[in-house]
């Protein structure tokens, strides 16, 4: 069926269809295209600032996959060993690999090769920040419940690979920086019990460094994990687009419908422009400030570290957790284990696995199998709100760590003073966070809780008869009373008495108790402050307003 409109000339006769207009009708009558747009480019989607950290991910995103295949074109990965004699003299003379080499050719004799060489890697840097503000802003508002705990999967999922990928990267110009960084991933990887030398020696083909490393890391980085990277990306926004964003409480905004704007044409308007905007702001930051100028390090050589030797920063989580950790180890029956590397090299891959599984353990100690596409503002889950502040804590305060010897030189401190504070920060600082920060949280219900009662202050003293003086508030609008009160406050998961009512002792499951006492601990008494009911709201309101 043609979905074009038949015209007449002024004959009478029919008017034959241009040639563009016939092309689209056959695609449609095989495709199926304008059905497909006429019921899905409509679609309403919410707005909200906070969606903004998702696109720059997508959009940093194609600016990786643009830069990366200009740069494919002139990078050699190579471990053959060349002389240099090139357009930069100091390193003349030099002997290197070609993949350095290269590198610096890119840097100093192709057109615009360093421009796009800093755009690469300040995109990646901000695709990996933005990936990580775009998970808290979901874990926060609790957009990760059903039915998007795949889609948090997803999004866990590209956050990994992304680091990884960087990891990758970072180490193809085989500079005397990214070689460092390579050489402490491969003794992470031989403090492995049992299989560890024999993982190294997979990866590496060898000895390191070895000459098959390079060339291995070039496809990982640039066809295995860019290729799953896509797919995911493809599927996270199917999702999205099928799920739609949570919205806020607001007036009128249910769990079963969305207010907002239509995708076709204002949401994609909207995209396109903000995309140009976040490329022309990496652009301007690579073309302003200098990043990884790997001519001034030199090529990497195994008997020599570069003294501030920092990876980027979202590895430095990993680095502080070796920097900090004691230098234990165990000898016995011919093996040595090196409990100082293999621990944390365990710990960071369990707390990213933690941060995956968290919504399904919320939704399990909740028992909520309901759909939600209302986001909740953060002070309305404390628990939450502080765990994930705690995660932040032990991340910043662990990045301090890996980058202990730059601190100690810039702040003129002692590196050991500052090696203990990380030590004992990794347990007393997440600690101190929760507990601040959910007396944060519960502060706020209460704020709001008041603010809902008595309504705003409006600066207006006013004297009563009997000499007190008061401040008048003046009541909140319903939209405003709605967004601070329509939360909902769960009730915690009971196992119900342990004696029936004929005295039979009833047996529960450890399952079953430990849901007992995490729904206790996220929902129970002290996890929030009770909303104000319609009878306290009328009864403060019905006087003259000085309450």
């Not at 390079?214 to 994990?225: D, E, G, N």
């Amino acid at each position: 069926m043609s979905s074009g409109i038949e015209r007449t000339r002024n004959d009478g006769r029919p008017e034959r269809p241009g040639k563009g207009e016939r092309v689209a009708d056959w695609a449609d009558g095989r495709l199926g295209i304008h059905t497909l747009a006429k019921s899905q480019m409509r679609k309403i989607f919410p707005d909200h600032w906070s969606f903004m950290f998702g696109e720059i991910c997508l959009y940093s995103f194609l600016i990786l996959i643009l830069t990366g295949v200009y740069l494919t074109l002139f990078f050699e990965p190579s471990g053959m060993e060349v002389v240099y004699d090139g357009a930069y003299t100091p390193l003349n003379g030099i002997r290197m690999t070609r993949a350095f080499e290269s590198t610096v050719d890119i840097s100093m004799e192709v057109r615009g090769g360093l421009l796009i060489r800093q755009i690469h890697h300040w995109s990646a840097l901000i695709f990996v920040a933005a990936m990580l503000a775009h998970m808290m802003r979901v874990f926060f508002t609790g957009a990760f419940r059903k039915p998007r705990e795949i889609n948090w999967l997803f999004g866990w999922t590209l956050l990994m690979l992304g680091i990884i990928t960087g990891l990758t990267g970072y180490s193809l110009p085989d500079d005397l920086l990214s070689g460092t960084g390579l050489r402490f991933a491969q003794g992470a990887i031989l403090s492995v019990p049992v299989v560890g030398t024999y993982l190294s020696f997979f990866l590496f083909g060898g000895e390191f460094p070895g000459d098959d490393i390079i060339p291995r890391l070039f496809s990982v980085h640039v066809l295995l994990l860019p290729g799953i990277m896509l797919g995911l990306v493809v599927a996270h926004l199917i999702l999205v687009f099928y799920h739609k964003h949570t919205q806020f409480a607001g007036p009128g905004r249910t769990e079963k419908n969305v207010v907002g704007a239509p995708f076709m044409p204002i949401y994609i308007a909207k995209a396109g422009g903000f995309f140009f905007l976040v490329f022309g702001v990496i652009a301007i930051v690579a073309g302003l400030f200098q990043i990884n100028p790997v001519w001034l390090l030199g090529p990497y050589r195994p008997d020599l570290v570069s003294t501030g030797a920092q990876p980027d920063w979202y590895l430095g989580f990993s680095e502080g957790l070796i920097r900090v950790m004691p230098a234990w180890e165990i000898s016995g029956w011919g093996h040595t284990l090196q409990l100082g590397v293999f621990i944390p090299f365990s710990l960071f891959p369990l707390i990213m696995m933690a941060i995956a599984v968290y919504p399904f353990i919320e939704a399990w100690a909740s028992g909520d199998k309901r759909e939600h596409h209302i986001a909740q503002r953060p002070r309305n889950a404390p628990v939450r709100t502080a765990l994930g502040v705690a995660w932040l804590t032990l991340y910043f305060v662990l990045l301090i760590g890996g980058g202990n010897d730059i601190v100690a030189t810039r702040f003129h401190l002692s590196i050991n003073a500052i090696t203990w504070f990380v030590r004992i920060g990794v347990f007393v600082g997440p600690v101190l966070a929760f507990v601040v920060t959910r007396r944060i949280c519960l502060g706020l219900q209460h704020r709001d809780r008041d603010k809902a009662l008595h309504g705003r202050e409006s600066g207006i003293i006013r004297r009563l008869p009997h000499g007190e003086y008061v401040e008048v508030h003046k009541p909140l609008s319903q939209a405003q009373l709605h967004v601070l009160t329509a939360h909902e406050q769960p009730e915690p998961f009971e196992l119900g008495p342990r004696v029936d009512a004929n005295g039979v002792t009833c047996r529960f499951r450890r399952s079953e108790l430990l849901r007992a006492r995490l729904a206790r601990a996220m929902y129970g008494p002290g996890s929030h402050v009770p909303k104000p009911t319609v009878e306290e709201y009328r009864a403060l309101n019905s006087g003259d307003g000085h309450h």
